[in-house]
């Protein structure tokens, strides 16, 4: 999720970090849940629900349902959906792919990340488009390091994708996260080396790419939040917490227990 920031930058001591890290595990575990359920005929309903289960199970809290009166667990973004959809009634169907974004907050903090699947088969190009925006995430990532800039991220986001023809989603951005779902600094997935905010250790910010196959604009729909792309082609959108370190960024959400399912079931994207 991505949505309007707190204005101070917050900067976490090592054991707050710790908790968002603890909030982290359970959240990855949640998508992997998730994950283990996704194939044609399931409802997005059905997802939402066995998310907010197991997150409560471990003593969390989703920290969507309710936010700015969000109703579920899960954003859930199937095809030309950037983000920000809901789960319903909608059942998938082979050669769809879905976005499943998802906060817990434990703790006190909160940790967020997102993973995009594939339904089945899907095109070779849309195959494509999943692998490059995950990669994209990383290029990404690589730059959360002390001394640098938040432009620095979102340049190697869209040099990356934009070498493939995507289109970068200019209207909603990666965010700071702890004590609240969205603090500052914004984290564009587009900008120039050298420029935004500085980058400090104890920064923590989700970086959180939302890639088009066409063309990078965007619409709202009439509910409110669904975000969908304007030339209605597919968009990916891959997320993950990170704290900005000296030298190496620190991850802090993992997708360890997606990819352990993806692989057992033949489904793994990148
Ligand atoms: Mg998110
Ligand atoms: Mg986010």
Redesign the pocket.
Known sequence: ??QPSKKLIYLKTDEEIERIKVSGQVLGKAHAEVARLIEPGVTTKELDQVAEEFIRDQGGVPSFKGYNKFPASL?ISVNDAVVHGFPGKYVLKEGDIISI???VLLNGFHA???YTYPVGEIRPEVKALLKRTYESLFKGIEKAVNGGRIGDIGYAVQSYVESFGYGVVRELVGHGVGKYLHESPEVPNFGRRGQGPKLQEGMVI?I?PMINLGKKNVVQEADGWTIRTSDHKPSAHY?HTVAVRKGQPEILTTFEYIEEVLSSRSLAIA
Do not use: H, V
Request: hydrophobic share 25%.
């Open positions: 999720m991505s954003c974004d998802c906060g967020d990340s997102a989700a959180e997320e």
